[in-house]
């Protein structure tokens, strides 16, 4: 994502993945029967990378976030982690959801963070320090002590990404969490997580339905294709981290075009 010394210390890309999909289908059975979402999807993160999943609506994109978070099991193909398959939910993958009342409303910021280590283990004073660190490093010093329905939603998402990094997760899942927010809060959190990733070295598998978000977060860009989904195409975006450059037109012209591809393939009639 950039060329600080802390991401040339441990670049991104290399090494074995830390998250290998293989083949991977994922389906749902509804009253008319199975429906498959996922056909084949494939692809790999390494530790270090953020990897963003981007496609049409509706094309699997989330669902597939759900099976490596471990709430869903996929239908055919496999998931390895860090060695291990057959997961189940874990603090190794912590996750960031798109609604931002994701937090418990009884208690602060500094309390929803601490709990959620508590939940893990962590002694009550650990835990403590750990959140008031984390909610610091969010920009969040001036709130630990403030109740959710008085926090603005991208204040809600900050917590919310206080308290998965606190978990020291392998890997962070994030599920279009800017997607709700204004472009003037969606564009400061970007930079700021942005900036997280550097500083932590956090590995992260990241939904979005935004071209523009894809490239400017991510070193690759995983792209589906409609319902059920196969990956159309693997886009490197390593680097390109400002949209007045000329790297950041290129990728997301090929972006596009692959998007559009897939409408206009999904949408021809058939012969």
């Given at each position: 994502?950039a060329d600080t010394a802390?991401?040339?210390?441990?670049?991104?890309?290399?090494?074995?993945?830390?998250?290998?999909?293989?083949?991977?289908?994922?389906?749902?059975?509804?009253?008319?029967?199975?429906?498959?979402?996922?056909?084949?999807?494939?692809?790999?993160?390494?530790?270090?990378?953020?990897?963003?999943?981007?496609?049409?609506?509706?094309?699997?994109?989330?669902?597939?976030?759900?099976?490596?978070?471990?709430?869903?099991?996929?239908?055919?193909?496999?998931?390895?982690?860090?060695?291990?398959?057959?997961?189940?939910?874990?603090?190794?993958?912590?996750?960031?959801?798109?609604?931002?009342?994701?937090?418990?409303?009884?208690?602060?910021?500094?309390?929803?963070?601490?709990?959620?280590?508590?939940?893990?283990?962590?002694?009550?004073?650990?835990a403590r320090a750990l959140?008031?660190?984390?909610?610091?490093?969010?920009?969040?010093?001036?709130?630990?002590?403030?109740?959710?329905?008085?926090?603005?939603?991208?204040?809600?998402?900050?917590?919310?990404?206080?308290?998965?990094?606190?978990?020291?997760?392998?890997?962070?899942?994030?599920?279009?969490?800017?997607?709700?927010?204004?472009?003037?809060?969606?564009?400061?959190?970007?930079?700021?997580?942005?900036?997280?990733v550097r500083r932590t070295?956090?590995?992260?598998?990241?939904?979005?339905?935004?071209?523009?978000?894809?490239?400017?977060?991510?070193?690759?860009?995983?792209?589906?294709?409609?319902?059920?989904?196969?990956?159309?195409?693997?886009?490197?975006?390593?680097?390109?981290?400002?949209?007045?450059?000329?790297?950041?037109?290129?990728?997301?012209?090929?972006?596009?075009?692959?998007?559009?591809?897939?409408?206009?393939?999904?949408?021809?009639?058939?012969?």
């Amino acid at each position: 994502m950039a060329d600080t010394a802390e991401a040339s210390a441990a670049a991104p890309g290399t090494g074995p993945p830390l998250l290998e999909v293989a083949g991977v289908a994922v389906g749902y059975n509804g009253p008319d029967g199975y429906t498959a979402a996922v056909a084949d999807a494939s692809f790999t993160v390494r530790a270090g990378e953020t990897v963003m999943l981007i496609g049409p609506s509706g094309c699997g994109k989330s669902t597939l976030l759900r099976v490596v978070a471990g709430f869903l099991r996929p239908a055919a193909g496999r998931v390895v982690f860090d060695g291990r398959t057959g997961l189940a939910p874990g603090p190794d993958r912590a996750v960031v959801f798109q609604e931002s009342d994701q937090l418990l409303p009884w208690r602060t910021a500094l309390g929803n963070v601490a709990y959620a280590l508590r939940a893990t283990g962590t002694p009550r004073a650990r835990a403590r320090a750990l959140a008031r660190d984390h909610l610091v490093g969010v920009g969040l010093a001036h709130a630990l002590d403030r109740h959710p329905h008085q926090l603005s939603g991208g204040m809600k998402q900050r917590v919310a990404i206080a308290r998965a990094l606190a978990l020291a997760p392998r890997m962070l899942l994030m599920d279009e969490p800017f997607g709700a927010l204004d472009a003037q809060t969606r564009g400061r959190l970007q930079h700021d997580l942005a900036a997280l990733v550097r500083r932590t070295g956090t590995t992260v598998l990241f939904v979005t339905h935004s071209i523009d978000e894809a490239v400017l977060l991510g070193d690759r860009v995983v792209v589906l294709g409609d319902r059920p989904s196969r990956v159309r195409e693997v886009v490197d975006v390593a680097g390109v981290d400002r949209p007045d450059a000329p790297e950041f037109t290129a990728a997301r012209r090929r972006l596009r075009a692959l998007l559009a591809e897939e409408e206009e393939t999904a949408h021809a009639p058939a012969h």
